[in-house]
């Protein structure tokens, strides 16, 4: 059964820090590309960051470019979004995604809340 589990969000006041996770299970977590969405309310689900198929390379949306950092842990089945310098407009729900070469399989996690208010 294919699990992919986010936490870390929560309410942060602007120019603060967090850092979400997402532990993956029910696939070989290593040949995927894991990606990190977001949505507000309003708006459409965002691609905020990629780390491509065996950690190979990362991938930012221009808008976190500098502040967000993804990685991920293949020992642990684990990716992370460091989110530095957070801003009011990053306040979405943030989904993991993991997607199979060719998109052939595609799974996303249960989103995590990310507040920034003051």
């Known amino acids: 059964q294919v699990q992919l589990v986010e936490s870390g969000g929560g309410l942060v006041q602007p120019g603060g820090s967090l850092r979400l996770s997402c532990a993956a299970s029910?696939?070989?977590?290593?040949?995927?590309?894991m990606n990190w969405y977001r949505q507000a309310p309003g708006k459409e689900r965002e691609l905020v960051a990629t780390s491509t198929r065996f950690g190979i390379s990362t991938n930012y949306a221009d808008s976190v470019k500098g502040r967000f950092t993804i990685s991920r842990d293949n020992a642990k089945n684990t990716v992370y979004l460091q989110m530095n310098s957070l801003n009011t407009e990053d306040t979405a729900v943030y989904y993991c995604n993991a997607a199979s070469y060719s998109n052939i399989q595609i799974y996303w996690g249960q989103g995590t809340q990310v507040t920034v208010s003051s």
């Open positions: 029910g696939f070989t977590f290593r040949s995927y590309t």
